[in-house]
């Protein structure tokens, strides 16, 4: 089903549509969330919460199920009208991570990435094949020139993931983050679409 902003009303603004589900091999999907997986996305948050507290800045305003259905919500909305994007990442079927687009420039056509994993499930490449396959979708579907991932700069394994996707290190961002308490810096990764088609040729 396609769906239009009440907020971008010329044509050239359609290219905010973005897909509810990829496809990124036999076993791995990206979708979209629904209030169906909030108590599914919960219970993984809250098993590897002391895990993923340590790079994502969220951990303390989800404690229940129901601040899973206020994001989820939330998010839906934000994808509808173009602003950014959640999607679940799925492995046969089951909730393993998330991937978004934090936001999204139509402008200037150009958006940043973000991910999360189980931690049973890192170190095997999931990531990369998916933000390699959302890349591929926003070039084509969205004409998205240009990608950035910021990462705190000791989070090595997120840099290792930019750095697999072929991304240059644009600079470090001073004090990016502020984490529980602690200002954090920030590598900034980028490739452009052009870069990436001759990377992959």
């Not at 958006?111 to 999360?116: F, P, V």
Request: net charge negative; proline share 2%; aromatic share 10%.
């Amino acid at each position: 089903m396609t769906y239009y902003s009440e907020s971008f009303k010329s044509p050239e603004k359609l290219g905010f549509i973005l897909s509810p589900i990829i496809f990124v091999d036999d076993n791995l999907s990206i979708v979209a969330p629904t209030s169906e997986d909030a108590s599914e996305l919960f219970a993984l948050v809250d098993d590897n919460r002391q895990y993923l507290r340590k790079w994502l800045p969220w951990l303390d305003s989800n404690v229940s199920v129901n601040d899973e259905l206020d994001f989820i919500e939330i998010s839906r909305k934000d994808r509808l009208q173009g602003s950014s994007g959640v999607w679940l990442i799925k492995e046969n079927n089951i909730l393993i991570g998330s991937i978004s687009i934090n936001w999204i420039d139509w402008d200037n056509k150009s958006c940043g990435l973000g991910y999360w994993l189980s931690e049973d499930k890192t170190g095997n490449g999931i990531v990369t094949r998916c933000c390699h396959s959302m890349i591929e979708n926003l070039i084509f579907n969205n004409k998205i020139h240009r990608f950035v991932i910021e990462v705190a700069i000791n989070n090595y394994s997120s840099r290792k993931v930019a750095e697999s996707l072929g991304m240059r290190l644009e600079g470090i961002i001073k004090d990016r983050e502020l984490l529980y308490g602690e200002y954090v810096d920030a590598a900034l990764y980028a490739i452009t679409a052009p870069e990436w088609n001759l990377r992959k040729a």
